[in-house]
C-alpha cells in the first residue's frame, strides 16, 4: 500500500506555542504581501492544547509583538503577576529572599499566570482564522527526505496497527504531508527532532543539553487562602544543596493555583525520585498552608531544556528548522520558555516566508539563526547564559555566584561556563549512593502515581504497538537494574517501568505504556540510552485541562 501525499508550502509538527506561532507569522506575512501561501499544522493530542503542561508565568513581550491586539481579542492571559516570593527552604523553615537582592531575572512584573493550554487553544483559533489548516490528533511518526537528503515533510503514524505490528481490522495507513520547508516543534526532546540532530549533526558544535522534569498539579484551594497573582519560587529543600532543583506556586483565577516542582535530570543518586520530591515539597508550611482544605484537579508532568545558549544546536539544515523547545530556547533563568517558543516560531516564519517569495525551497534557511542572533532574545539568554552552569555545583555556591553574574556584572561576564557531559551519565552506582526514605502519601496533601495518573486522563489503547521502545530487552535488568537499582521505576513520573519477579524471583521489567503522560523523561534519563520514546497513535495520551 501507498501511502496517500498532500502537498503545502509549509508543513509544521507540533502544535505548541512556537508552531503555532510560526504558522499565524507565515500567514499575516501573506495577508500583508496580498499572496496565497498554504500551511498545515498537525499536533499529536486529540485537539490543541491537550497535551501542553507548562508552570507557567508568561513574559507578554513575543505575545505583543506577534498580535498586538491579543488583550482586545480575548487572549486568556488573567491573571497579572502582583506579587514576587522567593524562599531558601529548609525542612521546617523558610528564609525569604527580599526582591531587592534578587536578580532581575528572578522579578515577574508585567507578566502574567496563565494555562499555556489554554493559550494554544487560543493561539489555534487566530491561526484558522487566518487560513492554517490544523490537524490535530495525528503524530508526525517520520521524517521525509528527497534523493538530496533534504527534509521533505513528515509522515503520520498509522492508526489500527496491534500490539505485534500487525494491521488491525480498522487500520489506516499514515499520510504524507509534503512541503517546501518542514518546521519541527515538538517540545523538549522532540521524537523527530532528536532524529534530525543527529543525522545532520546538528549538535556538533554545541555542548551537551541539560534537562529538567517538572511535575505539576492544579488545585482548587480556600478562598481566604487565595491571592489572585502572587507568585512563589522556592530552592532548596526536599532536594539536597547538591542536587538542582525548586518548587512553585502560582495563584491563578477563581481559586485556583498551580502548584509544581522542577528538578534537574542530571542528578547523580539512582534512589532519588522527582515525583516523590514534588510530594514532599507540597509538605512544606510555607505551600502547606495554600493547600490545606483545597482539592486537587489535574496532574501531568513534562521535561523541559535547561542547557542555554550553550547548548543550543544549529536550528535549520536543508529543507527544515527547529524552533522552541525542539531546538532547547528556554530561559531557565527565567523560569519560562513560552515567550522564547513564539519568538522563534516567529523569526523562522519570517525567514520562511522570504525564501518563498525568492521562489526557493528545501535549502537551508540561514536568516532565521542570523536574526535570532540579532533580537532582543539572544540578548536575555546571552545574559543568563551561566544560571545552569552554576547552578549545577551547589544551591549555595551557585547561587552566590550567579547573583555576582547578575548584581554586579549585570550579565556581562567576560566567560562563559560549558556543560561537559549529559544528564545520563552522571548517574552513579546504587550501591555508592544513599537510600532515600521517602514517606507514604496521606491521600490529602500527597498523592501515590497512579492516582496521579488518573488525573491526567491519560489514555493509550493498550492492543497496539509499545511506543517505548527498548534496543536491547536485556539491559534493563542486567545493566540497569543490576548496576543502578531499576532508576526508571523512579524516574518516570506515572508509573510507566516496574520490575517484577517470577515464581523462581527472576526480575524482569514490564513496561505499563498506557499510564505514559509523554514527559520524555525515560528517553532522555536512561543511564544506558536504551530507552526510545516514539510517538503513540495519533490523539493518545493525557487530556490536560487548564494546564
Known sequence: MEREAMEFDVVIVGGGPSGLASAIRLKQLAAEKGCEISVCLIEKGAEIGTHILSGAVMDPHALSELLPNWQADGAPLKAPVSEDRFYIFSETGALRIPNALLPGCFHNEGNYIISLGNLCRWLGEQAE???????????GAEVLYDDNGAVRGVATGDMGRLRDGSE???FQLGMELLGKYTFFAEGCRGHLGKQLIKKFD???DANPQTYGIGLKELWEIQPDQHQTGLVVHSGGWPMDTANYGGGFLYHLENNQVAVGFVVGLGYENPHLSPY???QR???????RKFLEGGKRIAYGARALTAGGLQSLPQTVFPGGVLIGDDAGF??????????CALKTGALAAEACFAALQAGRCQDELTAYPEAFRASWLYAELHATRNFKPWMSKGLKFGSLMFGIDQLLLRGKA?????????DYAKLQPAAECPKIDYPKPDGVLTFDRLSSVFLSSTHHEEDQPCHLHLKDANVPVAVNLARYDAPEQRFCPAGVYEILRDENDAPRLQ????????CKTCDIKDPTQNITWVVPQGGEGPTYPNM
Open 276 to 278: 516523590e520530591e514534588f
Open 511 to 518: 513496561i505499563n505504556g498506557q499510564n505514559c503522560v509523554h
Open 129 to 139: 482564522a487566518l487560513g492554517v489548516e490544523i490537524y490535530p490528533g495525528f503524530a
Open 281 to 287: 515539597f507540597k509538605t512544606h508550611p510555607t505551600i
Open 330 to 339: 528556554l530561559n531557565a533563568a527565567r523560569i519560562k520558555g513560552s515567550h
Open 202 to 204: 546538528l549538535d556538533r
Open 168 to 170: 488491525g481490522p480498522n
Open 414 to 422: 567576560p566567560w562563559t561556563l560549558h556543560h561537559t557531559a549529559p
